[in-house]
T-cell receptor
């Protein structure tokens, strides 16, 4: 079966522009997560969706970051007025239960 | 604060030998631990996990050991193969919390 997919795989943008990153979770997975990995660092939790519950946004670094998920399908992470420190690999993961999360290939964002 | 620590940024091992990757955590609420492997330009791939009710979990060449009193876990790979060369991330989560807290990773190089 298909794994988690993300698009685009690479995104280069200018400082101040908005970007949208997309995640398609594994079919049937009720939970979806966004993480980011900055250069030389570990993965940093951003946001978590579970079914129709209110998302856990505790990891979002600023109000320029937002995410949406439609039902138990696609999610979009939006970064407004991008800054150079937003440059990172943005990773999406999904899970069926509370434990093992399966990751997509990531979107490499470069803010010039 | 770094709740999950991987103090060795890199490890070099010869093919056929044992690789031991270590991970320490500080949060006593963590009760589930995972190891992920990451190749360049790919998302992390789930490798093996362990619940806090166990002290060992084995899957083929991979064994994870958990020492709760020391808040320490380790991943053993025996025998190591060149294809195991990757960055290995330790991750942890607590009951009722869905987000994974990751270490900064250890780069394993297995030479022929």
């Amino acid at each position: 079966g298909a794994g988690v997919s993300q698009s685009p795989s690479n995104k280069v943008t200018e400082k101040g522009k908005d970007v949208e990153l997309r995640c398609d979770p594994i079919s049937g997975h009720t939970a979806l997560y966004w993480y980011r990995q900055r250069l030389g660092q570990g993965l940093e939790f951003l946001i978590y969706f579970q079914g129709n519950s209110a998302p856990d946004k505790s990891g979002l670094p600023s109000d320029r970051f937002s995410a949406e998920r439609t039902g138990e399908s696609v999610s979009t992470l939006t970064i407004q007025r991008t800054q150079q420190e937003d440059s990172a690999v943005y990773l999406c993961a999904s899970s069926l239960g509370p434990d093992t999360q399966y990751f997509g290939p990531g979107t490499r964002l470069t803010v010039l | 604060d770094q709740q999950v620590k991987q103090n060795s940024p890199s490890l070099s091992v010869q093919e056929g030998r044992i690789s031991i990757l270590n991970c320490d955590y500080t949060n006593s609420m963590f009760d589930y631990f995972l190891w992920y492997k990451k190749y360049p330009a790919e998302g992390p791939t789930f490798l093996i996990s362990i619940s806090s009710i166990k002290d060992k979990n084995e899957d083929g060449r991979f064994t994870v050991f958990l020492n709760k009193s020391a808040k320490h876990l380790s991943l053993h790979i025996v025998p190591s193969q060149p294809g195991d060369s990757a960055v290995y991330f330790c991750a942890a989560k607590g009951t009722g919390f869905q987000k994974l807290v990751f270490g900064t990773g250890t780069r394993l190089l297995v030479s022929p």
